[in-house]
């Protein structure tokens, strides 16, 4: 489309020819596919990372393979009233992404118990979780390439070390009879997954030492990342079910002041939309509903321009005022929501609000949003401001009478 608007989920990153990543002219002369076939590595398959990482660690793994021992196909034993650890020790709006899978484990295994590894930067997250009925119980796991970017590295291998052994301790004491890691990427928890001791192991093939899974999630790559989580249930025996958004509380009606939430930070600046699309868009918006403005206290200082934008009759500001639990419900309360492609995006969708994400091609993809949802829109921020801002509005009239 003509102004960098999309409806739905059209684009993914998938798989595509290696050579111009690679300065090996053997390498180069292949295909990702024809890598696959020749390393028999899936995780060649997503294009994520660039291909020559990937191929150097397919090479590197398939090394380290001929001095391990596979670990050999073991049943799923009975999950009625098992305990299950989920591993997900990543940032928020993974978390709330994962909601899917959680709600259809609980649904469908509602004797079971439920554990959730994650990090310990997303504990209000994985306490609302509990809080909510999605999980029973909390294990932190600070992974070192997920720690907080600065953190010098030699502290991030010990704070790893250090974590994944009391992660292990407190695994072990609770008899896991499966142990799910939904990480389809580096680094995945396979090092957590052997020292829990859970009776089967179950995980993606797509990084290292994945054969020391007794069972392997499939990885589609034409479908979203929480789609390819969800397959885990067809692994584990239980009936499928279909990524149409994050799975959260039902909330109360709408009121006729609802407003349209804008979350216009990013964890990953790359992904933030210019200053000039806020300058032409907010005002337009403020015309159609109030605005509630959103993000952490960085934010509210780095974005203290958008607010002499709004009419202050028609401004909320709550950047840097809201804990995670709050901006669920905030988020439940908006009619409309647009920012970047981060946590309110993702819970605007759960809701069934009308929703933009302001999408930097470059910096992001948008392989973590469910298919063919009608109310949700892509736009590229890099393509013409004003073409842009029509797009935005054209969407949110179809929906805000």
Not at 139 to 163: H, I
């Amino acid at each position: 489309m003509p102004d960098g608007c999309s409806f739905g989920y059209v684009t993914r990153r998938t798989a595509s020819p290696t050579p111009a990543h690679l300065s090996c002219p053997v390498l180069a002369a292949m295909t990702r596919p024809r890598l696959v076939q020749l390393l028999g590595r899936e995780y060649l398959l997503p294009a994520w990372y660039p291909a020559r990482l990937v191929t150097g660690l397919a090479l590197l793994d398939q090394g380290r393979r001929v001095f391990s021992t596979a670990a050999p196909q073991v049943p799923v034993p009975e999950l009625s009233q098992a305990t299950i650890v989920i591993a997900k020790p990543d940032h928020f709006g993974d978390l709330i992404q994962a909601t899917a899978l959680l709600r259809a484990l609980r649904d469908r295994l509602p004797q079971a118990r439920l554990v959730l590894v994650h990090g310990s930067w997303a504990r209000d997250v994985g306490e609302w979780l509990v809080a909510h009925d999605y999980v029973h119980d909390l294990v932190a796991y600070d992974a070192a390439w997920l720690q907080p970017a600065g953190t010098p590295w030699s502290t991030r291998f010990s704070v790893e070390r250090a974590t994944r052994l009391a992660a292990a301790r407190s695994l072990r004491a609770m008899q896991p009879a499966v142990y799910l890691d939904i990480r389809c990427g580096t680094p995945s928890t396979i090092d957590l997954a052997i020292e829990s001791d859970a009776t089967v192991r179950i995980g993606f093939g797509l990084r290292g030492r994945s054969w020391q899974y007794h069972a392997r999630i499939p990885y589609d790559v034409d479908a979203s990342l929480p789609q390819n989580w969800l397959h885990a249930l067809d692994v584990l025996g239980l009936p499928p079910a279909a990524y149409r958004g994050p799975s959260l509380p039902a909330v109360a009606a709408l009121s006729g002041t609802a407003p349209i939430i804008v979350q216009p930070g990013s964890r990953t600046r790359a992904k933030e939309a210019p200053l000039s699309l806020w300058q032409s868009l907010l005002p337009r918006l403020a015309a159609v509903a109030p605005i509630m403005l959103v993000g952490n206290a960085d934010d509210r200082t780095r974005f203290s321009s958008l607010g002499d934008l709004i009419p202050g009759d028609r401004l909320d500001n709550m950047m840097g005022r809201t804990t995670f639990a709050e901006l669920v419900t905030l988020t439940g309360r908006a009619r409309a929501a647009v920012g970047v492609e981060s946590m309110v995006a993702h819970l605007a969708v759960g809701h069934g609000r009308p929703t933009v994400v302001l999408n930097n091609p470059v910096a992001s993809g948008r392989i973590a949003f469910p298919d063919q949802i009608d109310s949700l829109r892509f736009c590229d921020i890099t393509t013409r401001i004003d073409a842009t801002t029509d797009a935005i509005m054209d969407h949110f009239s179809r929906f805000l009478r």
